[in-house]
């Protein structure tokens, strides 16, 4: 075995080393310093305290409020004056409301805190609008972040995030649940879509770039047009053992250090203000009770010093679900001691009572209850909430613009992946007939996904009137003359998600007779976190019944998946010509796919993650060499070959590249030194386009077995026909660097292998 040589690593993975803590020290502003000396344990306690919006309106319980929307003053008084409330979250009514209803909200629940407390201090008032604003109407929405992911774009990414922020500030709100950090590395989990995909260096990228985006560059958070972001979900919530929501996940140290807190411990860097917890457990311990993630390793390792706040009501889950507390009041007091600063409660005011009591009880310290009272405050002190606790509508004259408009467009056209285009059949002539057909071809619902509107993205046609669907999109761009729609089959109404029923099947056969080429929109309804959690990665028996009804007509069927994770499609796949991923595009989706159907635009999406090809072979392009163990010919035939429908960084596109010249500027990389990458590519088609110049590096032999390959650089460029351009990448020793099996990040002495597409080039890393 070579010998090992463990870095002084860069601040960027200090937080992995496993030496001696790092204590954070919340920064000390005066202006707060000034309120918290003069703030009692009750007033503390309440800025500690977040409900949701429903509960202080007018008809209020936990999930329902008269309309029109009304706050009920007696209620809002109980929560802000009695109970010195700090912050308030969510929409009331499960929907979304106007930019005048929300001025009409926080102004109120503004007005209330500042003149009627004894400090006035201001709520902070915090929503999850996490591909666009969420939550209010008419706002832009971008892609989900999984198709943000397919762009590979690390511009139109923060882009977005900057038009979220400004058209979130418009509606008066200063704090946003997002980004979503969690890694997507299980297609059964229902909130992959809510990711930036399986790898840990892709999801970092685009984690600092969204977060720069919410923020500003320079984290200027007091500015009318950016906010305080919130990556969550902190630690390793995306891969559950069961792929089902909330449920328990097993994860190595090596293997949450390694992957997991990478891209919290990046935006960290860049500056992010707040961090949303796990609502489940790792290795049976809630995170939410988790003093070592919480404060060990979040705080004092990663040196986070603003506010960590709760999920929804997993303060009361640590008792009532995960059972490790006895009481209610037990598990605030393992959450506050763990590092939690602020409760999502998020329906009730118990938490209050019981914190005031632990803290009279000597159970929790009031130097832990300062601390976190701290972070709260800073974080309104930097929004600039005294000073201006309520933005106007008025100053967002760029509020669903058609300057933000284009950007949207812009993002889904950059997301959408081609995976397989045979014989060319892609793009389609314009004077073509074409059969529209499958549950997602008609619906708004399915292209924009859940946290639309509303929480499930359901009952959302309030809102989306004017906006196209694929078929609006097909019939727009070619003419309805050259247009037939049979749905075939249709997502049953009043049912969960993934319920679809027969629509006449034979009617959509039938109508194949009369058009060259069927457009074939397949995938998943709208869903949302727990609602969302499956039993069966396999695509619907109703769809798939369709699909090879439809290919038996011998039409060249154009397969469109609409979805938020990848359905399992192996055995009607064979039967497409083409397949085109559109994952959640929003509501400029449809459009975006038929200038990508019909020609008028170049394809360059790439694939976020590996497309599995069966339900039992789920694994990442980053996994271990024994995953793909070729047959022994002649004595065993066993299937354990790396089986997928479509790998990671895949897309295809309407030209074609041809990578050249893979040069190194050295063989041998030395501690402190680094190497340049270079490599041409050139456009060889007859068209312009883009593509993704993906960077991966190999470790040949470690200490522990090494990922077959890992991406460390990725750049995106425009090429003209015939044009060529030199693309550059530095790699440095902590680029290569592992977690071994004492937890600590290494660099180990030896071969390495640099792949740019299927170019490869060896090198040396020496002492």
């Not at 954070?24 to 707060?32: G, Q």
């Not at 499958?438 to 708004?444: E, F, I």
Request: aromatic share 10%; with cysteine.
């Amino acid at each position: 075995m070579k010998k090992l040589l463990i870095f002084l690593i860069p601040v960027m993975l200090l937080w992995a080393c496993n030496t001696a803590e790092k204590k954070s020290s919340v920064e000390r502003i005066p202006e707060v310093e000034k309120i918290l000396a003069q703030m009692t344990l009750e007033e503390k306690v309440g800025q500690m305290a977040q409900v949701t919006l429903d509960v202080i309106t007018v008809g209020a319980n936990q999930y329902h409020t008269q309309e029109p929307l009304t706050l009920d003053m007696d209620l809002v008084r109980k929560a802000l004056v009695d109970y010195k409330l700090g912050s308030i979250l969510n929409t009331a009514g499960g929907k979304a409301r106007t930019l005048e209803e929300w001025h009409y909200i926080v102004s109120t629940l503004q007005e209330v805190a500042m003149n009627e407390t004894r400090l006035g201090i201001p709520i902070i008032y915090g929503v999850d609008a996490i591909h666009g604003t969420t939550y209010t109407a008419g706002a832009t929405f971008f892609p989900q972040q999984i198709g943000q992911a397919a762009t590979w774009n690390r511009e139109l990414v923060r882009r977005g995030g900057e038009i979220t922020a400004y058209e979130t500030r418009a509606s008066a709100i200063p704090w946003n649940f997002s980004p979503v950090l969690d890694m997507g590395r299980d297609p059964r989990f229902p909130r992959m879509w809510e990711t930036f995909g399986e790898d840990v260096y892709l999801a970092s990228q685009l984690g600092i770039e969204i977060v720069k985006g919410y923020e500003g560059p320079n984290n200027e958070i007091g500015s009318p047009y950016y906010l305080a972001s919130c990556p969550k979900h902190f630690l390793g919530y995306g891969t559950p053992y069961s792929g089902k929501d909330r449920t328990p996940a097993l994860i190595p140290d090596i293997e949450l250090h390694e992957r997991h807190v990478p891209a919290f411990a990046e935006v960290i860097k860049a500056g992010a203000h707040t961090i949303m917890v796990n609502s489940g457990q790792v290795n049976g311990v809630p995170v939410h009770a988790s003093y070592r993630l919480l404060t060990e390793l979040l705080k004092e390792e990663l040196g986070f010093e603003g506010l960590v706040v709760t999920d929804w009501q997993d303060i009361d889950n640590i008792h009532t679900r995960d059972r490790v507390a006895s009481s209610q009041k037990e598990a605030v007091k393992m959450a506050i001691n763990a590092g939690v600063d602020m409760a999502m409660i998020p329906y009730n005011f118990d938490f209050c009572d019981h914190l005031v009591e632990l803290v009279n009880e000597g159970e929790v310290s009031m130097s832990r209850i300062d601390d976190a009272v701290r972070r709260i405050l800073n974080v309104k002190h930097k929004l600039n909430l005294w000073e201006t606790p309520v933005t106007h509508y008025s100053d967002y004259p760029k509020f669903g613009s058609e300057e933000f408009i284009n950007d949207a467009y812009q993002t889904a056209l950059e997301s959408i992946t081609l995976l397989k285009n045979d014989d060319n059949v892609l793009p389609l002539r314009k004077n073509a007939r074409v059969l529209v057909s499958g549950p997602n071809a008609n619906s708004m619902r399915t292209l924009n996904g859940g946290w639309s509107y509303t929480w499930q993205g359901s009952n959302i046609d309030e809102f989306v009137e004017g906006y196209s669907t694929i078929l609006d999109a097909v019939e727009a761009k070619i003419g309805k003359n050259n247009v037939v729609y049979r749905e075939g089959v249709r997502y049953t109404p009043d049912a969960p998600y993934w319920a679809d029923e027969e629509v006449d099947i034979n009617a959509a056969v039938r109508a194949a007779a009369g058009v060259d080429y069927i457009i074939l929109a397949l995938g998943e309804n709208s869903y949302c976190e727990k609602p969302g959690d499956l039993h069966d990665l396999s695509l619907s028996e109703n769809q798939v019944k369709l699909a090879n009804a439809l290919a038996k007509t011998g039409k060249p069927i154009i397969l469109i998946m609409n979805q938020g994770r990848p359905r399992i499609i192996r055995t009607i796949e064979p039967h497409a010509k083409a397949v085109v991923n559109a994952y959640l595009p929003g509501n400029y989706g449809g459009l975006a796919l038929a200038e990508v159907l019909f020609g008028d635009y170049n394809p360059n999406g790439k694939a976020p993650f590996t497309y599995p090809l069966y339900v039992n072979s789920l694994v990442t392009y980053d996994h271990k060499p024994s995953e793909k163990q070729d047959r022994m010919a002649g004595m065993y035939d066993y299937e354990s070959d790396f089986a997928v429908q479509y790998p990671f960084g895949y897309g295809l596109s309407y030209t074609s590249f041809e990578y050249s010249n893979l040069v190194l500027n050295s063989e041998e990389l030395t501690k402190g030194g680094e190497i340049t990458v270079t490599v041409d590519v050139k456009n060889t088609g007859s068209r312009q386009g883009k593509e993704v110049v993906q960077l991966y590096t190999s470790d040949l032999y470690a200490s522990i077995t090494p990922d077959v390959r890992r991406l460390r650089g990725f750049d995106k460029i425009s090429l003209d026909p015939g044009q060529t351009k030199s693309v550059s990448f530095t790699l440095k020793p902590e680029d290569l660097a592992f977690v071994n099996k004492n937890i600590e990040w290494v660099t180990e002495p030896g071969e390495f292998m640099v792949q740019v597409e299927k170019l490869t080039a060896n090198f040396n890393y020496t002492e």
